[in-house]
């Protein structure tokens, strides 16, 4: 997972959301109305309110998802595994990251984490219980190449291999990412990213793993999320490796990590069985009009474009736009012609993270054809606690749900889209102000639950006009390590004591479970 660093606050977007209170009165204030009191809970598509009764016969079929859409789960290797020096893995760039002074909000690192790596097993019935039917996990690279390359690690394979037999054994479909952010040290040392050599270790590094794991996992991610790890590890620095590139190099490490997915995809194809199916898993610059009129939507059309030109576009196009290059100038980045045909090898799938649109968008008459609308600053959002929220929020902006897949279908035809994280960082401290008590033992977050059930419903919108999303990964299974966040952002449906390391699902599992089980939004 990641966060919108920078976005601006966002002005409101408008949901239809109900209200649930349960267990009857609990927790209503004094001489407020029960919960069979509180019988209108919404409205029917024409406008008339509808009883709980009235919805619960009429409304679940209008929020059906398309039959064998996947629910899933989703989690990264370094946030989760912990077991940082065990079974021969070697150390990664984010390693020595998360001891800098400062680095981590809260001053946690990962070498714990949530200690997967020893409880991997036990994670996997936490899945079954929710109802899901596939996984989103990442493998980390310094686990099979200690040295990023060379001779691999057996028992790095050995541990995705159990990993993957345990899922199959539950009827989880494995879905694999190939790199999520966790860099082998020495590649780092060698020049990490800004070096074009990384990119061709990671393509030798994707083939390897496919020929160790393809015959059981048959979908892969190669590289999650470009546009957060490069534009926050290499051109604001709060991310690992913590570089301020000038722009010219910025753009060099962007080439290298597109280049990378690309040899990526060529060596899944040479090295799996037919029928293996691959993709990147992006969170895209993500746009939405302003105002759902032709003229808006032809606008939002073009920022969404030209926005993510130096990552989904180029390699869903095999080309970098004009407007890039033009825009670039002297900065862009240094290419080949086989470059671009690398980079645009076909794939089979899009993964798209969605938390929240970047930007609102309006027709324009300037040469772009479209510009930026500024949201106020008085829009709800969720924050990361410890960190302000000048720096880092998510805006509730459910609509980008909906456009963050039309638009690639709209754009680039994609056949195939599978939403690869979604979620909120909704932490309840008990000292916190506001924070409310858990219900019969288990954490409140009904936080999570309504802003979830909002982006389901534009998702929901998008399926039933035809877009073709195959599945949902929530972001994220457990409590875990966030990044420069810490351990104090809470993303899951599972609550994790960091020092017992028991896990405690929320309020928020059984509204994931109900929506599982009926493939309906709950």
């Known amino acids: ?8 606050h966002m002005a409101v977007v408008g949901a239809d959301l109900h209200v649930e209170v349960a267990g009857g009165s609990r927790g209503l204030p004094a001489g407020q109305p029960g919960l069979d009191d509180w019988d209108v809970v919404s409205r029917d598509s024409g406008g008339a309110l509808m009883t709980s009764n009235q919805e619960a016969t009429s409304g679940t079929s209008a929020r059906k998802f398309p039959d064998g859409f996947l629910w899933g789960t989703a989690t990264a290797a370094y946030q989760i595994e912990g077991a940082l020096e065990e079974d021969g893995r070697g150390p990664s760039m984010w390693d020595g990251f998360a001891r800098r002074p400062g680095a981590i909000y809260d001053g946690s690192n990962a070498e714990v984490a949530v200690d997967h790596y020893h409880r991997y097993r036990d994670d996997v019935q936490l899945m079954k219980q929710l109802a899901a039917r596939a996984y989103r996990f990442s493998i980390a690279w310094p686990r099979i190449f200690p040295e990023g390359a ?10 995705y291999s159990r990993l993957v037999d345990e899922l199959r054994a539950n009827d989880i479909e494995p879905f694999a990412t190939l790199y999520h952010w966790d860099l082998p040290q020495t590649l780092h040392d060698k020049g990490g990213w800004q070096n074009r050599n990384t990119a061709a270790a990671f393509g030798d590094y994707a ?17 999650n999320e470009f ?28 080439h290298h990590a597109v280049l990378a997915h690309g040899l990526a995809v060529q060596a899944i194809r040479a090295q799996a069985p ?18 759902e009129t032709p003229e808006h939507i032809d606008a939002t059309r073009t920022a969404m474009r030209e926005l993510n030109a130096g990552y989904l576009t180029v390699m869903l196009e095999g080309t970098y736009t004009d407007a890039f290059l033009t825009q670039t100038g ?7 012609e086989d470059d671009l045909r690398t980079i645009g090898s076909p794939i089979d799938f899009v993964g798209t993270n969605i938390y929240a649109s970047h930007h609102l968008v309006r027709a324009a008459g300037n040469p772009a054809g479209f510009e930026v609308v500024p949201y106020q600053g008085t829009h709800p959002d969720a924050l990361w606690p410890g960190i302000p929220k000048s ?16 638009l690639l279908v709209d754009l680039w035809d994609v056949k195939e889209i599978y939403i690869t994280e979604n979620g909120g960082p909704f932490t309840h401290e008990p000292d916190a102000e506001g924070s409310q008590p858990a219900i019969d033992g288990i954490e409140n977050d009904t936080d999570r639950i309504v802003w979830t059930r909002a982006y389901l419903h534009q998702l929901q919108r998008a399926t039933a006009e035809g877009v073709p999303v195959r599945g949902y990964f929530h972001w994220s299974l457990m409590d875990n390590f966030e990044w420069s966040g810490g351990l104090r952002p809470r ?3 599972y609550s994790v004591n960091y020092e017992t390391q028991e896990r405690t699902p929320k309020l928020s599992a059984e509204f994931f479970r109900a929506c599982a089980a009926a493939n309906a939004i709950a």
């Open 227 to 254: 546009s957060t790890f490069v534009e926050r590890g290499y051109g604001t620095g709060t991310l690992a490796p913590g570089l301020q590139l000038a722009p010219a190099e910025l753009n060099q490490v962007r």
């Open 150 to 159: 060379g001779t691999p690690n057996q028992k790095g394979v050995d541990f």
């Open 274 to 291: 037919q029928g293996t199916k691959v993709g990147p898993a992006e969170q895209a610059i993500d746009v939405q009009p302003i105002i």
């Open 207 to 223: 083939g390897y793993v496919a020929s160790q794991l393809a015959d059981r996992v048959r979908y892969f991610f190669t590289i």
């Open 491 to 493: 993303f899951g449906l």
């Open 391 to 406: 720096i880092v929020s998510l805006p509730f902006t459910p609509e980008s749900m909906y456009w963050g897949t039309k």
């Open 330 to 336: 002297a900065d862009a980045p240094k290419f080949t």
């Open 1 to 8: 997972m990641t966060s919108l660093e920078g976005v601006p």
